[in-house]
């Protein structure tokens, strides 16, 4: 029943490409959020601006720059939902 195979292939996780790309751009938000949190709410737009555009880059980079691999909307719509979810998680001291 279990794999000896690297840890994590032997957990059926349906999407989990997806589930990685949501979370890691959720932490990449909530992290830089409260690295920032003393800065106004226009710095933390421009974080969830460049978390979303650097994941966009990655997918437009993959379809322009490999053979063995593609662009995916699915890939970009998890980097989106994760880190608008990292904003809202988010909440700055006072």
């Known amino acids: 029943m279990g ?11 349906p999407q989990k490409d997806k589930v990685v790309h949501f979370c890691f751009y959720l932490g990449f938000v909530f992290w830089w959020g409260n690295c920032l949190q003393r800065k106004s709410k226009r710095v933390l ?3 969830w601006l460049a978390a979303v555009g650097y994941g966009i880059l990655m997918e437009v980079c993959q379809f322009v720059f490999t053979q063995n691999r593609s662009a995916d909307f699915w890939d970009v719509l998890a980097n989106t939902l994760g ?12």
């Open 3 to 13: 794999s000896t195979g690297s840890f994590g292939q032997s957990i059926p996780v």
């Open 45 to 47: 737009l421009w974080v």
């Open 83 to 94: 880190a608008s979810v990292g904003l809202l998680l988010f909440s700055p001291k006072k």
